[in-house]
């Protein structure tokens, strides 16, 4: 059974900064992996989606990459700013239809 | 192009009553998602639909049931509202073609 997993629950960092998010499931046969960013009180806003044959996808600041032989992704934001702050989820494609999801990471930018 | 609605935004209910979500799309989408999420857990699909007239369970699809009698139209149905139920309710929609899902504002549902 596919299983996702975001640690840390929390990070705070200063403005700035350059930071990673990360990412690992279980089982490699995935289809693709996204990225998303959700604001309090609002839905979900896809960030970056990266095939199964692709190592990375960029956009402005933000940078995945894929590892599907170690079950990793990472989200690196680079610059970071308090408009950044946000919960960021991952997401694996199992199947046609479903999506795994992990927990998310609560990301805090300080002024 | 509105993109995902959902309707209503917030409601709260008694243990044991019944009430339907309203999902749109304005995207000509075949897919169409059901989803909830709780605090510390991803979010967990309840039923999905690959299209008019068609519906499937998801990971969790007890105490829930759907329609999709419209394309553009997704129904969640809770015909007897448990504690257990209160939750944020996400509904997402995508193409047949494109892999990225479109999601709704959410519904913030408690059942007292």
């Known amino acids: 059974k596919q299983e996702v997993t975001q640690i840390p629950a929390a990070l705070s960092v200063p403005e700035g900064e350059n930071l990673v998010l990360n990412c690992s499931f279980t089982?490699?046969?995935?289809?693709?992996l996204q990225w998303f960013r959700q604001d309090p009180g609002k839905g979900l806003t896809s960030l970056l989606l990266?095939?199964?044959s692709q190592r990375e996808q960029t956009s402005g600041r933000l940078n995945a990459s894929l590892d599907k032989s170690s079950g990793r992704s990472t989200l690196y934001i680079a610059a970071s700013q308090p408009g950044d702050s946000a919960t960021y989820l991952c997401?694996?494609?199992?199947?046609?239809?479903?999506?795994?999801w992990g927990a998310g990471t609560k990301l805090i930018i300080k002024p | 192009n509105a993109g995902v609605t959902q309707t209503p935004k917030f409601r709260v209910l008694k243990t044991g009553q019944s009430m339907t979500l309203l999902c749109a799309q304005d995207?000509?989408?075949?897919?169409m998602y059901w989803y909830r999420q709780d605090p510390g857990m991803g979010l967990r699909l309840i039923h999905y639909?690959?299209?008019?007239?068609?519906?499937a369970k998801g990971e969790v699809p007890d105490g829930y049931n759907v329609s999709r009698l419209k394309k553009q139209n997704f129904l969640l149905g809770l015909e007897s509202a448990a504690p257990s139920q209160t939750s944020v309710y996400f509904c997402?929609?995508?193409?047949?073609?494109?892999?990225?899902?479109?999601f709704g504002p959410g519904t913030r549902l408690t059942v007292l």
């Open positions: 997402a929609s995508r193409d047949s073609s494109y892999n990225e899902q479109f």
């Open positions: 995207m000509n989408h075949e897919y």
């Open positions: 639909s690959v299209g008019e007239g068609t519906t």
């Open positions: 089982d490699s046969a995935i289809y693709n």
């Open positions: 990266i095939q199964s």
């Open positions: 997401a694996v494609r199992a199947s046609n239809y479903q999506l795994i």
